[in-house]
């Protein structure tokens, strides 16, 4: 097999480009931070909605969230230049940074609204909802994803262990 050849997501130099890097362990904490903030913070949101109490702690979640999404954004196009050699974009995970410019969007939207005065509690407590649903979409994009290169990865491991001596058929 050629050196630079890609089976899967990442080429042996990406794979090793990854395992290296410090920014695979932020990723890895960031990720289910973020997911774990959306939660609260979806619950927050349904609570304010359904009774119109505890917008301000709503609020303040929905800034937090945005704010560790803008950190996990920031961090992981470090880790995809260092990776890929992109900021963004690079061909491995070229739609799911395209679904993350969406999210992004929406969060934005929600701090214009929020900071610009701009939108009443409940319009922006529906527009994090909808960033929400999207981030959901995105981060599952990006479980599928780092799924499918793991079996990836342990499939070709067994197929390398086959043939050596003392390997099991």
């Given amino acids: 097999m050629h050196e630079g050849v890609r089976q899967g997501l990442y080429t042996p130099e990406e794979r090793e480009r990854r395992d ?34 505890g917008v301000f702690a709503a609020e303040v979640s929905v800034v937090i969230k945005t704010g560790l999404l803008y950190l996990i954004m920031v961090t ?3 880790w995809e230049k260092e990776v890929f050699g992109k900021w963004l974009f690079a061909g491995p995970f070229f739609w799911e940074d395209v679904v993350s410019m969406g999210v992004i969007a929406l969060h934005t939207w929600y701090l214009v609204g929020l900071f610009g ?26 479980v599928l994803k780092l799924r499918a290169a ?4 342990r499939q070709m491991q067994e197929r390398s262990m086959v043939g050596m001596p003392g390997a099991a058929a």
Avoid: H
């Fill in 20 to 53: 290296r890097s410090r920014w695979t362990l932020v990723q890895g904490i960031l990720a289910p931070l973020q997911f774990l903030v959306m939660l609260v913070s979806a619950a927050l949101l349904l609570r304010f909605l359904s009774s119109g109490e």
């Fill in 76 to 78: 992981g196009s470090i």
């Fill in 117 to 142: 005065g701009l939108m009443t509690p409940t319009a922006l407590a529906w527009l994090a909802l909808v960033a929400y649903a999207a981030y959901a979409v995105n981060a599952i994009q990006f």
């Fill in 150 to 153: 793991r079996l990836q990865e």
